[in-house]
Structures are given as structure tokens and as C-alpha cells.
């Protein structure tokens, strides 16, 4: 900023030059910039999570701490607000907060829920009378990816879904072979709405994107969520049985874009693989398991 006068230099917001007096009008502060908006993803709505995990939504503001390895999520709420969240997810709660469970869906909702590796119960919790604060944390080591839904929708792998806004539809959808993911049985969730969706991971949380007609495979056991913009079809990781089999890869999901997936990097059920010789069988002679003298 220069002296309009003689040109000497000014520090910012000064009335009057040093060097010659003369009067230096006040310069217009530039108008207020709206906040940066999100840009959707344009192979798709975009998977959105903030970078320093945390965030507010309608009556709610949340944070993830202890990523990646041991992730918990802190829900706040405003009075009378509410969240949704997995039987048995919880870990602590404010004293005012009241928690009810019920089989949402009634009895047919219950059941599809329960073949489909979640519990038939669903847990909501409200805080009643003023403000209150929910932890939610899942049951093996890993990761909690907070996501802000815009009118979109998700598919979850049933075992990664943790919590989620009280307005957000959550429903088990049938898929026939094409949903038969190792170990999860021949269901996914259906996730759609506007509003906080808390997912977790075995491991940390790896995201692929994927642009129009790009083509991309991931091992079944390490899919937690993926976009609905996403096309998917299952098949062996290797051609023929013989080769699938020496390869230590089984059932693969090859995904086309436009889309985002989220990819947990450890396997829960390659680490069961790893310790069951370990464990005792039932006649009390275990395999491989550890001497202690004698």
C-alpha cells in the first residue's frame, strides 16, 4: 500500500502518510467469501470426509480420535437430538443421554438384518434435556471413516456399518450371487440420505477412485463401502479352480467406475486363518500351539 500522494510505502491501515501528511482514505475491505463449498467427486457424488475428522451436522458435531489402529468416534448432540448406531457399538454416553433399542422394520426388518450378519436390533440414542455425547467404537482394531451423505447412495458391507444419522435410510438389500461376499453371507447394506454415516474398518481405511468406465478388483474381505455410481460383478481372482487356489486369493469383486471404494487393508478373516492353529481343538490336543515347560 502506497501513499497516493508521494508514493511512500504505508503500512496496512494507515489514515495519514509519515512522509508528507497528507490524508489517506480508508480502503474498502473486500466483501466476506462464502465458505469453500464441497466439489463432488466427478466420477461421482464423492465419498466426503474430512481431513481433520471432524465435523457438524443437523443437531450433532462429531470427531474421530486414536486413528488409525484404535479410532473412536465422539458424537455430541444437541438436546433432544438423535443417532442410530449398531447394537453394541457404544462405548460411553453422557448421563442424560437415553437409549432405546428396537427391531427397526418391525419383525420382516429384523429378520433381513439378522441374515444378513447384522444384529435385528437397532439402537438409538437421544439426549434428553440438554445437550449430551455418545462414543461409538467397533469391536476389532481399525479405523473410523466419518462420512457427510449429500443425497447419495452407499453400499456397506454389513460388518462395517457403526452408526449413522437418525434421518439416514439403512436397509438390507438382496443381491443374489452377485452380493455373496466371502463370509458376509448374500447380503449388503443400502445406505441413502443426507446426514453423518460413521463406518469402520479392520486396519486402516484406503480409498480408490475410479473414473468413468476405469476398471479396478478388490479382494471381498477388504471392501467396507463403495458408492452406488459404482457397477460391480464378482468372480474368481484366477482363471480356472487350480490356479485360484495356489494363488491364496479366492472371491474378487471387480468394480466399474464412475465412483469412489473404500478398502480396509487387513483381513479379519486371514488373521482367523493365521491363529487357528493355535487354538485347541475339541479332543484338547492343540496344533501348533506353545509349550511352557515340562
Known amino acids: 500500500m502506497n501513499c497516493p500522494n508521494c508514493g511512500n510505502g504505508l503500512v496496512p491501515g494507515a489514515k495519514f502518510c509519515g512522509a508528507c501528511g497528507a490524508t489517506v482514505a480508508a480502503a474498502e475491505a473486500p466483501p466476506p467469501q462464502p465458505p469453500p463449498q464441497y466439489q463432488p467427486s466427478p466420477a461421482g457424488g464423492g465419498i466426503r470426509i474430512d481431513d481433520d475428522a471432524r465435523g457438524q451436522g443437523r443437531g450433532y458435531s462429531y470427531e474421530i480420535l486414536h486413528q488409525p489402529s484404535f479410532a473412536l468416534a465422539v458424537v455430541r448432540l444437541a438436546a433432544e437430538q438423535s443417532i442410530q448406531a449398531e447394537a453394541g457399538a457404544m462405548v460411553s454416553m453422557s448421563a442424560n443421554v437415553e437409549l432405546q433399542s428396537q427391531m427397526k422394520g418391525g419383525l420382516m426388518g429384523a429378520l433381513k438384518r439378522a441374515v444378513g450378519g447384522e444384529s435385528a436390533f437397532v439402537s438409538t440414542f437421544t439426549a434428553r434435556g440438554g445437550p449430551g455425547e455418545v462414543t461409538f467404537a467397533p469391536g476389532s482394531p481399525g479405523d473410523i471413516a466419518a462420512i457427510e451423505m449429500n443425497n447419495q447412495l452407499f ?31 448374500l447380503f449388503v447394506l443400502q445406505v441413502t440420505g443426507t446426514g453423518l454415516l460413521l463406518l469402520s474398518s479392520f486396519g486402516a481405511i484406503h480409498r480408490k477412485r475410479l473414473t468413468a468406465g476405469e476398471r479396478y478388483v478388490v479382494d471381498t474381505g477388504h471392501l467396507v463401502a463403495w458408492e452406488g455410481t459404482t457397477q460391480y460383478t464378482l468372480r474368481k481372482a484366477a482363471a480356472g ?45 492343540g496344533s501348533g500351539g506353545f509349550s511352557l515347560g515340562g
Open 155 to 185: 453400499y456397506v458391507q454389513s460388518s462395517s456399518y457403526l452408526a449413522g444419522d437418525a434421518g439416514l435410510q439403512v436397509d438390507t438389500r438382496w443381491g443374489g450371487a452377485k452380493s455373496f461376499f466371502g463370509g458376509e453371507g
Open 241 to 285: 479352480f487350480f490356479r485360484t487356489m495356489v494363488s491364496g486369493e479366492g472371491v474378487v469383486a471387480e468394480f466399474a467406475g464412475p465412483g469412489e471404494i473404500l478398502i480396509q487393508t487387513r483381513n479379519l478373516a486371514a488373521l482367523a486363518g493365521l491363529l487357528k492353529p493355535f487354538f485347541p481343538t475339541q479332543g484338547g490336543g
